[in-house]
């Protein structure tokens, strides 16, 4: 099981990088979105490949301009802007989590923050955008939402998604468990058979 995660892995570095992943071959003309699903309990490990992979990338391929976006830190940046975040606090140590997540309903609702991520990632200017945080961004922002508001955004840049929960191609469950809507536009970075 550990060797299995482990080569799962270690073969993106190589996919990611390929000419053929980059420019979109094969895909005819889907969206060039793809989901790299792994237990949640694997989270530090991805995150530490991430790192690896960040590191990695302009040794493997200097030319290519890429870009990472921490979907957690986003939102905090976002409300920070704002002017919301220590506002949100506030109604979330007064009121609980319900009324902070009702607070936040507009200033967080999936088509602004789609704005507000290529904003951040300025797509035409990436060959790649890669995106984690998505477990940490939960209940404040669902997966399938940002990800329909990114189809016209992101023209052909290819964007992986770092999933912490099952995509089996139909679609995303948080942690294994949560269903989320049926999401059918992302291709499997790389195979994951069973956990």
Same mark, same amino acid.
């Given at each position: 099981? +550990?060797?299995?995660?482990?080569?799962?892995l270690?073969?993106?570095?190589?996919?990611?990088?390929?000419?053929?992943?980059?420019?979109?071959?094969?895909l005819? +003309?889907?969206?060039?979105?793809?989901?790299?699903?792994?237990p949640?309990?694997?989270?530090?490990?991805?995150?530490?490949?991430?790192?690896?992979?960040?590191a990695?990338?302009?040794?493997?391929?200097?030319?290519l301009?890429? @870009?990472?976006?921490?979907?957690?830190?986003?939102?905090?940046r976002?409300?920070?802007?704002?002017?919301?975040?220590?506002?949100?606090?506030?109604?979330?140590?007064?009121?609980?989590?319900?009324?902070?997540?009702?607070?936040?309903?507009?200033?967080?609702?999936?088509?602004?923050?789609a704005?507000?991520? *290529?904003? @951040?990632?300025?797509?035409?200017?990436?060959?790649?955008?890669?995106?984690?945080?998505?477990?940490?961004a939960?209940?404040?922002?669902?997966?399938? +939402?940002?990800? +329909?508001?990114?189809?016209?955004?992101?023209?052909? *840049?290819p964007?992986?998604?770092?999933?912490?929960?099952?995509?089996?191609?139909?679609?995303?469950?948080?942690?294994? *468990?949560? @269903?989320?809507?049926?999401?059918?536009? @992302?291709?499997?970075?790389?195979?994951?058979?069973?956990?």
């Amino acid at each position: 099981m +550990n060797h299995d995660f482990n080569d799962r892995l270690n073969r993106i570095l190589d996919r990611i990088t390929a000419d053929d992943f980059l420019h979109g071959k094969g895909l005819g +003309n889907e969206i060039p979105f793809y989901a790299f699903d792994y237990p949640p309990d694997r989270e530090l490990e991805v995150r530490e490949h991430i790192v690896f992979l960040l590191a990695q990338i302009p040794k493997r391929r200097p030319e290519l301009r890429f @870009a990472h976006i921490n979907l957690f830190d986003l939102i905090i940046r976002h409300l920070k802007h704002r002017g919301f975040y220590e506002k949100a606090l506030d109604v979330q140590k007064i009121k609980g989590d319900e009324a902070l997540l009702k607070a936040l309903s507009a200033p967080l609702e999936s088509g602004k923050l789609a704005q507000v991520f *290529t904003d @951040a990632v300025k797509p035409d200017e990436q060959d790649l955008v890669l995106v984690s945080g998505v477990g940490s961004a939960y209940p404040l922002l669902r997966t399938h +939402n940002l990800l +329909n508001n990114l189809h016209h955004r992101m023209g052909s *840049t290819p964007l992986v998604l770092f999933y912490p929960g099952v995509y089996d191609g139909q679609s995303l469950r948080l942690f294994g *468990t949560l @269903a989320d809507k049926p999401y059918y536009r @992302a291709f499997r970075l790389v195979d994951s058979g069973e956990w």
